[in-house]
């Protein structure tokens, strides 16, 4: 029997310095071969070709950046000068810009050839951009012109080791040469959803690797693009065991018992009921409990640092004091105008930073709000729980229900009840002409645990559970009904 040869070792990949990009891309793109980014004027694609020019200038590489436009490319630095990636000093040395479009018109498709191979060894580029690859379609007089033109330039790359980015307007099909022949087929777009436009990247076409498939928001800042891998694809396969089993504490005594001895380390846990019962009350008695040793955070939406201070300090909780003394963090964001991806990598972010053991998110519903497709929110919700899990982060969610009081409450929890191993239910009952808090364990995933309705109170030391309501048939909602609780399976 022969032996076969060794297996050649894999390439290193030819990073762009996007973030998420190189993380879709499963590492950065193939080098030496020719890549399409398409995208409508205004999406992006200027941007992002520059962004991978500079990233490869701080790894000592040189790259070339020919613009077949009529415009002169003076004014596109101009307006990348107030993008933090863009550096004046590495122009020209190492990111050159050519404009060819004079070369084009005299030339032809051969003489854009030339010129990139004479000014490729002039400027020992590593990577070449090509801006405008839709004046190269309108300019030739039959499609076979174009297909050739196409073959050289794969060809090119691949004999002189240079990495092509062709950027193009053009919305032709996919069975087009310029789609068929290169070995990459990038997409910047918009999609409008409501009244909301989200930007997105996606790869049609990898040649020689896997990649995330399908969309994957974007946007554009002060830094340049940014992509976000989909939550549930780039990091929900992750899920390591975590170690210490112990339990943590709530901050109340009485729920810890409630609960049979706390929250497991690494859980989620989700505190459920309407506006103003408690929930944020109790999320801060969580937090409270941070440490030196188990920093915490809050994710907030609807209540800034300021108010929350004050909050926590009616509540006899120097919050204020953590927070000075970096044992808490609060991270404040609107519940508006988010997307669901950034939204969860602006969270992961926050934790990584200080290695943050306990985490308060206020609340799960600016989630909901910020999902494009509803039917994504229980995956993507499992998702970043299972990477909170894995990193030995214990989390309290708040949930917000509509109603206040009703004959009969269903709680529709759905497919969100698979990011949390621990529920509690928090209502307010009518009880004697008055209305009161309740209080109650409806999952705790690791723990026997209390099923009893508690009565609680809100004091200036805190949440203060009481014992279970003794005349518990007596309590009514506003239509005299007894209360009946049921979940949403």
Not at 283 to 288: E, S, T, W
Not at 336 to 365: P, Q, S
Not at 370 to 385: E, F, K, N, Q, W
């Amino acid at each position: 029997m022969s032996e076969s040869a060794p297996r050649k070792s894999p390439r290193p990949r030819f990073t762009t310095g996007v973030i998420g990009l190189d993380t879709v891309l499963r590492g950065g793109m193939i080098p030496a071969a020719v890549y399409i980014v398409q995208g409508s004027p205004g999406a992006g694609k200027t941007i992002l070709a520059n962004q991978v020019c500079f990233h490869r200038a701080t790894l000592g590489e040189h790259s070339l950046y020919v613009t077949l436009l009529a415009e002169s490319h003076d004014r596109m630095v101009e307006h990348l000068s107030g993008l933090s990636y863009f550096d004046e000093d590495q122009v020209p040395a190492s990111v050159y810009y050519e404009s060819a479009f004079s070369v084009l018109e005299q030339e032809g498709l051969d003489g854009i050839l030339r010129l990139l191979s004479r000014e490729r060894k002039a400027r020992s580029a590593s990577l070449i951009v090509l801006d405008g690859l839709f004046v190269l379609e309108e300019s030739v007089h039959t499609e076979s012109d174009f297909r050739k033109f196409v073959n050289n330039l794969s060809t090119f790359a691949n004999l002189t080791d240079t990495t092509i980015l062709l950027l193009t307007n053009s919305a032709r099909g996919p069975h087009s040469p310029e789609y068929t022949m290169v070995d990459g087929w990038f997409e910047l777009g918009r999609q409008q959803i409501d009244y909301h436009s989200h930007r997105y990247f996606q790869v049609h076409k990898f040649r020689g690797s896997g990649f995330i498939s399908g969309n994957h928001m974007a946007s554009i800042s002060d830094e340049g693009i940014r992509v976000f891998p989909r939550l549930e694809s780039s990091l929900g396969r992750v899920r390591g065991p975590v170690t210490d089993r112990t339990n943590l504490s709530t901050g109340i005594p009485s729920l810890d018992r409630m609960m049979g001895g706390g929250v497991r380390t690494g859980s989620a846990t989700l505190l459920v009921g309407p506006s103003g019962i408690g929930k944020t009350t109790l999320g801060l008695q969580f937090i409270a409990q941070s440490a030196p040793h188990e920093p915490g955070l809050i994710f907030s939406f609807y209540e800034s640092k300021d108010d929350l201070i004050d909050k926590a300090q009616s509540l006899g909780i120097e919050l204020e004091a953590l927070i000075r003394d970096g044992i808490v963090e609060v991270v404040w964001q609107p519940a508006t105008e988010n997307t669901l991806d950034e939204l969860g990598y602006r969270l992961l972010e926050a934790v990584r930073r200080r290695n943050v053991k306990r985490l308060f998110v206020d609340g799960i519903n600016a989630f909901q709000q910020s999902v494009a497709y509803p039917d994504r929110i229980g995956r993507y919700l499992a998702a970043l729980t299972n990477v909170l899990h894995t990193e030995g982060v214990t989390v309290a969610w708040t949930m917000e229900t509509e109603e206040l009081m009703g004959g009969e409450i269903r709680l529709k929890f759905g497919s969100i009840s698979a990011a949390a191993q621990n529920i509690l239910l928090l209502r307010y009952l009518e009880l004697d002409s008055s209305t009161r808090r309740s209080i109650s364990v409806v999952k705790v995933r690791s723990n026997a645990f209390d099923p009893a309705i508690r009565e609680f109170f809100i004091t200036e030391e805190g949440v203060v559970i009481d014992e279970r309501f003794r005349r518990i048939d007596d309590v009514h909602t506003e239509h005299g009904h007894p209360r009946r609780i049921q979940g949403d399976k």
